[in-house]
């Protein structure tokens, strides 16, 4: 997340298409500076080589991109067989080539079964993990590996769109921490040949969709109102949480920190807070019949 003080401060979620050949900070700070806004960050990175989803938030937004980090995520890659990179996927160094096996439409089904459901999955060495403070990718390029601990990770769905002697394309629907590089990778070996990722575009991210999403030619073509109106409301990722209603009285004293009995609600955990139509934030209600503030947002500033 960066800051800066010279802008404005602009509230919202902008859903990206990113390009390829740019990292996610750049392509974020890119959309930062359309916007002129104080405070961004992005909600889970891509690879430059990857396309796609890219949801960035601004100003009070970047509170939930914690929680937006948990969501489930979809994707479209396309698997080049028979190659072996030290990255996972095509722009890194050739490590190894094997010759590609004759594969028949059951026998791909039969593999991508194998890796369908719950799983422990190690992340690549080319990733953004650190290790004693440091970024692995940094430390591979050193030539260092350091041993990974597998995640629990679950590929709800992983469907052949398509596929010719050499290629694999595949939709995969994954749960956060899933790495489409060492599913490849995975997905290579138990064909015996080894796999790469060659294309990978992100279409959807939680509730997001990259139909939703525009480039950064069609940000860039538009002027400020115009941008201001592609801003997603801060409260929009939350819409599964429950919403309460405060009165005028309420909503001052959940500002001021403190917690209200509030017995008439037969439920517990995090919840969004309003008063009237505007959105305040989140609480808890705890078992005692308290609502108590959890994280508050300040959305009285220039732009919303």
């Not at 919202?12 to 959309?31: W, Y």
């Not at 002697?165 to 490849?184: F, H, M, P, Q």
């Not at 929009?236 to 209200?260: C, F, H, M, N």
């Amino acid at each position: 997340m960066s800051k800066r003080n010279s802008g404005h401060n602009i509230h919202g979620i902008l859903l990206l298409d990113k390009r390829p050949g740019v990292s996610s900070n750049k392509a974020l700070q890119e959309v930062r500076r359309l916007f002129n806004a104080n405070k961004a960050g992005h909600t889970g990175s891509l690879d430059p080589l990857a396309t796609g989803l890219l949801p960035l938030c601004f100003g009070e937004a970047t509170k939930i991109s914690a929680m937006m980090l948990e969501d489930n995520k979809r994707y479209q890659v396309v698997v080049q067989l028979g190659i072996m990179t030290d990255t996972g996927d095509m722009e890194g160094a050739v490590i190894d080539t094997k010759p590609v096996p004759a594969l028949s439409i059951d026998d791909i089904e039969t593999c991508l079964k194998k890796f369908t459901g719950n799983m422990d999955q190690v992340p690549p060495m080319y990733s953004a993990l650190k290790h004693n403070g440091k970024k692995l990718y940094e430390l591979a390029r050193e030539g260092i590996t350091i041993e990974r601990k597998a995640r629990r990770i679950n590929i709800f769905e992983l469907k052949l769109v398509d596929f010719s002697k050499d290629e694999l394309t595949l939709n995969v629907l994954c749960s956060k921490g899933t790495y489409i590089r060492s599913l490849a990778e995975d997905i290579g070996h138990y064909l015996g040949c080894g796999g790469a990722v060659k294309e990978l575009r992100r279409l959807q991210a939680g509730q997001f969709s990259i139909k939703n999403a525009n480039t950064i030619e069609q940000l860039t073509a538009m002027d400020q109102q115009s941008l201001l109106l592609c801003l997603i409301k801060i409260d929009k990722p939350l819409a599964t949480l429950p919403a309460v209603q405060l009165s005028d009285e309420q909503a001052t004293r959940i500002k001021y920190g403190q917690s209200l009995a509030f017995k008439e609600e037969n439920f517990q955990g995090i919840v969004r807070l309003y008063n009237s139509e505007v959105f305040l934030g989140l609480g808890e209600m705890l078992l005692d019949g308290k609502l108590a503030p959890k994280k508050l947002f300040n959305l009285s500033n220039e732009k919303v």
